[in-house]
C-alpha cells in the first residue's frame, strides 16, 4: 500500500527566510510525486510534480522540490518565504507501476509565515 | 483559467436522506474524482471514472455511493442513505487524459453536514 507521511503539523518561518516543508512517501514501485496548496475555503491547487528526470522540480510561485530517492522524501523548499505562502500544504503520492490514479496524501503541514 | 466548478459550497441534511453533490469538472478533461476529507483527517481518495463507468474505488465507496455523468458537463456523487460519519468536505478533481502522470485539478468541496 502507498503512504505519505508530513511529520510537521506546522511549520514557521519569517518572511524573506528560506523555507521547507517535509514529505517522506512509501510506495511499492516508481512514484509520482505531487505537492498540492489549499488556502482557506479553496480546493487544493496543484503546485508542482516529479514523474521522471531531474531530482529538482520547480513548481508555481517560487517553489521547488527535490526528488531523494534513497530517502524517499520529496520536500517542498522557497528560497525566500512571503507572508503569502501562508497556507496548509500537502503532499501526495502515486504508485506508477499499478496502474492506479488514486492520490495518496499526506496529513498537511501548515505553514505560517511570520511578517 | 478553467477551474473545477462544485455545488453547493455547504449541504446541511438529516440522517438517512440522500444528497447529490454536484461537480462541473473542466472541459476537455477525461478523468473525474471524488475525495472527501473528514475534519482534521486525511484527504482521502473515493473514486474514479473515466469513459463513463468506475475505474477505481476505495473501501470507503461502498454501495451507499454511487457516481454519474448525466450529460456532458455534471459529473455527480450521489450517497443514498446519509450517515453521521459522512459528514466531511467532498473534493471533486478531473485530470486531462490518457498520459499517466497528468495531475489532478481540484474543486473548492463541499461541505457536508449530517445531523
Known amino acids: 500500500a502507498q503512504s505519505v507521511a508530513q511529520p510537521e503539523d506546522q511549520v514557521n518561518v519569517a518572511e524573506g527566510n528560506p523555507l521547507t516543508v517535509k514529505c517522506t512517501y512509501s510506495v511499492s514501485g516508481n512514484p509520482y510525486l505531487f505537492w498540492y496548496v489549499q488556502y482557506p475555503n479553496r480546493g487544493l491547487q496543484f503546485l508542482l510534480k516529479y514523474i521522471t528526470g531531474d531530482n529538482l522540480v520547480k513548481g508555481s510561485y517560487g517553489f521547488e522540490a527535490e526528488f531523494n530517492k534513497s530517502q524517499t522524501s520529496f520536500h517542498l523548499k522557497k528560497p525566500s518565504a512571503l507572508v503569502s505562502d501562508s497556507a496548509l500544504y500537502f503532499c501526495?503520492?502515486?504508485?506508477?507501476?499499478?496502474?492506479?490514479?488514486?492520490?495518496?496524501f499526506g496529513s498537511g503541514t501548515r505553514l505560517q509565515v511570520q511578517p | 483559467e478553467p477551474e473545477v466548478t462544485q455545488t453547493p459550497s455547504h449541504q446541511v441534511t438529516q440522517m438517512g436522506q440522500e444528497v447529490i453533490l454536484r461537480c462541473v469538472p473542466i472541459?476537455?478533461?477525461?478523468?473525474f474524482y471524488w475525495y472527501r476529507q473528514i475534519l482534521g483527517q486525511k484527504v482521502e481518495f473515493l473514486v474514479s471514472f473515466y469513459n463513463n463507468e468506475i475505474s477505481e474505488k476505495s473501501e470507503i465507496f461502498d454501495d451507499q455511493f454511487s457516481v454519474e455523468r448525466p450529460d456532458g458537463s455534471n459529473f455527480t456523487l450521489k450517497i443514498r442513505s446519509t450517515k453521521l460519519e459522512d459528514s466531511a468536505m467532498y473534493f471533486c478533481a478531473s485530470s486531462a487524459g490518457l498520459i499517466d502522470h497528468y495531475e489532478q485539478y481540484f474543486g473548492p468541496g463541499t461541505r457536508l453536514t449530517v445531523t
Open positions: 501526495a503520492v502515486r504508485d506508477m507501476g499499478k496502474g492506479r490514479r488514486a492520490l495518496t
Open positions: 472541459s476537455n478533461h477525461l478523468y
